[in-house]
């Protein structure tokens, strides 16, 4: 899904994506249906121009064979950055390691989770996460 981006410009990317979360919770608080949060981020996404995918579907292969199961990402941003929305007590390790999961699944290396349910929502309500591949030592 990566298109060759510089690090600055994944930089300018992650910040404008987390500008838009940031955005919808100003507006909406907290205590929302995560519906709510959506369509608000979608257009903060819209307003800034930003291409998205909601709910992407990635298969899941074992063995080479793909699988019935799959997983579903709420937001794919410019085909670089995933995102999932969350409205929990608190962003938890299962958390990030889904959303670890569906980077490596997804191609993608940066990924964003938006907890709109967190009070300390600029300290605690946003992590983000990057996936690469370190390569192997040579034995």
């Known amino acids: 899904m990566n298109e060759q981006r510089t690090v600055l410009d994944m ?9 838009a979360a940031c955005q919808v919770r100003a507006d909406l608080g907290a205590g929302c249906a995560k ?8 257009r903060e996404l819209k307003q800034r121009e930003l291409a998205y995918h909601h709910q992407v ?9 793909v699988l019935n199961s799959g997983y579903s ?5 410019e ?15 299962m958390h990030e390691e889904r959303l ?7 191609g993608c290396r940066m990924g964003l989770l938006v907890n709109y349910n967190e009070r300390a929502f600029r300290r605690r309500g ?7 591949v370190a390569p192997l ?3």
Not at 79 to 93: F, G, H, M, N, R
């Open 57 to 65: 579907w990635v298969p899941e292969s074992y063995k080479g064979m």
């Open 11 to 19: 930089k300018k990317l992650m910040d404008a994506v987390q500008d």
């Open 79 to 93: 085909e670089s950055i995933v995102v999932e929305l969350l409205v929990a007590d608190e962003i938890t390790p």
């Open 137 to 139: 030592a040579q034995v």
């Open 35 to 42: 519906g709510e949060y959506e369509a608000r981020f979608e």
């Open 126 to 132: 946003i992590r983000k996460l990057m996936y690469s």
């Open 73 to 77: 990402l709420d937001y794919v941003v």
């Open 100 to 106: 670890l999961n569906y980077l490596r699944l997804s």
